[in-house]
């Protein structure tokens, strides 16, 4: 219920700064999706409960994009992704003090749960946060800061592993390779750095846990063994024929909302879940979002070549979808708006709308003051001010 206050207070605040009119073609996509994904409920068996569970990936989606909106420069955008990092900092450590002080109730079947979350959830959550402090980690700052990053992207990375999750694997290893890729041709020593990480996990897991016979050790063995791979397609396999027989029922414009109780059917896929509740309608809205974003990606790569920040957020939003539509085949927590994963994607897709409008701050300012309510646009032009004169 807070994360849902949250995201509504903050689909508020876009309203109030009229947001929606200024979207670029990629975030207004995606706002026209979310915006059929939650009215689909309407045509569910149980509409109310429907409406506030498909309504908060609305919410949520648009508080992820909005508040990329809500800059005026890349610097203020670092500064709002740095902040979002110490949060992460303070969340992991949090989530960590709860097993180390109370395993035998967080570890449920020798694989990390909490406070009634699934292995699999914890672990798609730590994800995308992995991924954006190993960004924040390869971004000029100080010492105390980068080591601050480092130790929570180890802390985080061990607890994907402890989760046994092995969608989540996929996005930190995706989501990396796009996120390494400007810093292996300017940055060698930093890269080489940044593979303490995983080699600072695994001895953990193989030496220091392995040693104590740590059920933690579980959700390691379960990622890196080889002997259960065929395990979760069976396991999923009867989900999905289920879900694609709800969509034969109403293949145009789906059921609405596939639950159980009140809370919404994991079928875990993306894809198949937005088939059988928003139909084949719903199915194209998503596929014009997905359509745009690799010229999007390759075109903005091109223009801000020699923009270092510019160009390193362009990988960044890259690494976050990339992992994320990766994760939805297998997953489909992306499109539960009380995920991190679902401001997440928000997220990347607004850097990856914007990204170019921030390079130039004063073509942002002209439009934004064209939009933006005007007490918004007096508050916008004041921070810039500020930032201004302390450069100077």
């Not at 402890?162 to 995706?174: D, E, N």
């Not at 010229?295 to 270092?308: A, C, G, R, V």
């Amino acid at each position: 219920m807070a994360r849902a206050g949250i995201s509504l207070l903050g689909f508020i605040f876009c309203y109030q700064t009229n947001l929606i009119q200024r979207l670029n073609p990629i975030a207004k996509s995606l706002w026209s999706f979310a915006l059929l994904f939650a009215i689909s409920a309407l045509w569910s068996d149980n509409i109310a409960w429907g409406l506030f569970n498909k309504s908060l990936f609305l919410l949520t989606a648009t508080l992820g994009f909005g508040s990329v909106y809500s800059v005026t420069s890349t610097e203020d955008l670092l500064k709002r992704l740095r902040l979002l990092g110490f949060v992460a900092a303070f969340s992991s450590l949090g989530l960590l003090y709860m097993v180390a002080t109370a395993p035998a109730e967080e570890l449920g079947e020798k694989r990390l749960t909490s406070g009634g979350s699934k292995a699999n959830i914890i672990g798609a959550s730590a994800a995308p946060l992995f991924l954006l402090c190993l960004f924040l980690l390869l971004r000029p700052q100080k010492a105390l800061h980068r080591g601050i990053h480092f130790s929570t992207a180890i802390v985080l990375l061990s607890i994907i592993m402890a989760t046994g999750s092995r969608g989540s694997f996929m996005m930190v290893a995706l989501g990396s390779i796009f996120i390494m890729r400007p810093v292996l041709k300017k940055n060698m020593f930093m890269a080489t750095f940044i593979i303490l990480i995983p080699v600072v996990v695994y001895y953990l897991f193989t030496e220091t846990l392995s040693g104590s016979q740590a059920p933690t050790t579980s959700g390691f063995e379960r990622i890196t063994s080889t002997e259960d791979g065929t395990r979760s397609a069976d396991t999923r396999a009867p989900v999905w024929d289920w879900a694609m027989k709800r969509f034969k029922t109403s293949p145009v414009i789906g059921v609405g909302w596939m639950h159980f109780g009140n809370n919404s059917a994991n079928v875990h896929s993306v894809y198949i879940l937005i088939l059988a509740e928003c139909g084949l309608i719903g199915a194209l809205l998503f596929f014009l979002v997905l359509i745009k974003l690799p010229s999007t990606f390759l075109s903005h790569l091109q223009i801000t070549e020699h923009h270092s920040a510019s160009y390193d957020l362009t990988f960044f939003a890259g690494g976050v979808l990339a992992a994320h539509l990766l994760h939805g085949m297998v997953e489909s927590s992306t499109l539960f708006g009380s995920t991190v994963n679902c401001l997440f994607f928000g997220l990347g897709i607004g850097i990856l709308d914007r990204v170019l409008e921030l390079d130039s701050s004063q073509p942002v300012l002209e439009k934004e003051q064209e939009n933006l309510h005007p007490w918004a646009f007096q508050r916008q032009l004041h921070n810039r001010s500020s930032h201004t004169n302390a450069s100077t």
